[in-house]
Nanobody, 120 residues
């Protein structure tokens, strides 16, 4: 069984910062790319950023420069630093990991989401 646990969401004022974390655990042979998506009420889930096990990153253009993704392979953990937050960044942020489990199955695994609220 594989689990993703996210943390770090909360309430922040416009212009503020938050740091999200996501850790994958369980019967895992290998963790490949990990990343973040977000979903605002009434909208489709959208890609935010991803990072490979080798540290290569990819961002949605509109979030480059404000958001930074990082990774600690020794902890199977990724981070998302959110800076200069805007009200339109308010959403549930979901972590995703592409893993090989103990049966050599390639699986995309999603977390439960962590809420980011941007409001004065």
């Amino acid at each position: 069984q594989v689990q993703l646990v996210e943390s770090g969401g909360g309430l922040v004022q416009p212009g503020g910062s938050l740091r999200l974390s996501c850790t994958v655990s369980g019967s895992i042979l290998q963790v490949n790319a990990m990343g973040w998506h977000r979903q605002a009420p009434g909208k489709q889930r959208e890609f935010v950023a991803a990072i490979t096990s080798g540290g290569r990153t990819n961002y949605t253009d509109s979030m480059k420069g404000r958001f930074t993704i990082g990774r600690d392979n020794s902890k199977n953990t990724i981070y998302l630093q959110l800076n200069s937050l805007k009200p339109e960044d308010m959403a549930a942020y979901y972590c995703k990991a592409d893993i090989y489990d103990h049966l050599y199955r390639y699986l995309p695994v999603w977390g439960q989401g962590t809420q980011v609220t941007v409001s004065s």
